[in-house]
């Protein structure tokens, strides 16, 4: 049986470890603070401001709330950003997506300062991922490679297959896997024989968005298996892209849904907070 790759152990351990640097700054006079805006009431966004707001008070980090209404113009929430861009007292700043339809992600994405682009969705900061350059990385991708490293697996000279290509995980995830010399293929919806080419996988992560659609013959024998998915299945429980059960019975080591990558987003969001002071 598969080692279970323990996220919210991980993910709480990243948060003690934030915490006591912050409580360290703290004394020092310096503060994190993060700024969070929510346009719209979407039940979803809703659940992770909150999850993002209890992981700031528990670490220590400034959490300053902007919940706006839904017909929010565009310009307001320009406005909104630009403000808090100059505000030297913040160091992070986050739009909850998805915005409402009148609302432009990508104008919003860019008009956030690279330096407090927290989310790591920034175009300088995607470019600079690219060029190997230090800037801040896309939470969830940034969380996988933290999974794979505290649980002690090699990524070095490992073949590794992501199955997804979206520019918040597919794409920000080859690369921090290429950045730790691993041999990277992306594969999406139009890859001929995917089934055969996530077999040569050593790590195959996925985040193709379907619900259970990886089971155990798409898998290596003793690969390992990092699950990106969150959906709701047919009996409202909550499962991944990968069919754990029959996966787990090959894999060497697999990441649940929930408490796998899911925790890792937001202790990664805390810890690009606390990095924004380093940056300075």
């Known amino acids: 049986m598969a080692q279970i790759i323990d996220g919210k152990k991980i993910s709480q351990d990243i948060k003690d470890e934030l915490k006591e640097k912050v409580t360290a700054l703290k004394d020092t006079g310096t503060e994190v603070a993060l700024a969070v805006i929510q346009v719209g009431n979407d039940p979803a966004s809703s659940v992770y401001v909150r999850n993002k707001k209890k992981a700031c008070e528990y670490i220590g980090i400034r959490s300053l709330s902007y919940e706006l209404p839904e017909e929010t113009t565009e310009d307001a929430l320009i406005e909104l950003i630009e403000k808090l861009n100059k505000d030297e007292t913040v160091n992070g700043i986050l739009v909850q997506l998805p915005v409402p339809k009148h609302i432009d992600p990508d104008k919003i994405i860019r008009t956030i300062s690279p330096e407090k682009d927290v989310d790591g969705f920034h175009p300088q900061n995607v470019g600079k991922l690219v060029i190997g350059e230090e800037g801040f990385v896309s939470c969830t991708p ?16 490992k073949n590794c297959v992501v199955v997804g290509r979206s520019n918040i995980v597919g794409k920000p995830m080859a690369l921090l896997m290429l950045r730790e010399n691993a041999t990277v293929t992306i594969a999406h919806s139009k890859t001929k024989n995917l089934k055969e080419l996530c077999q040569t996988a050593d790590i195959l992560i996925v985040a193709i968005g379907k619900p259970q659609f990886i089971t155990a013959d798409y898998v290596k024998e003793g690969a390992v298996v990092i699950d990106v998915g969150i959906h709701r299945d047919e009996n409202n429980k909550l499962c991944g892209d990968v069919r754990y059960e029959e996966v787990a019975e090959k894999a060497s080591a697999i990441t649940p849904v929930p408490g796998g990558v899911g925790p890792m987003t937001i202790a990664m969001l805390m810890s690009n907070c606390v990095e924004s002071l380093d940056r300075e």
């Open 142 to 157: 940034a969380g996988v490679i933290q999974l794979l490293k505290r649980s002690g697996i090699e990524i070095s000279g």
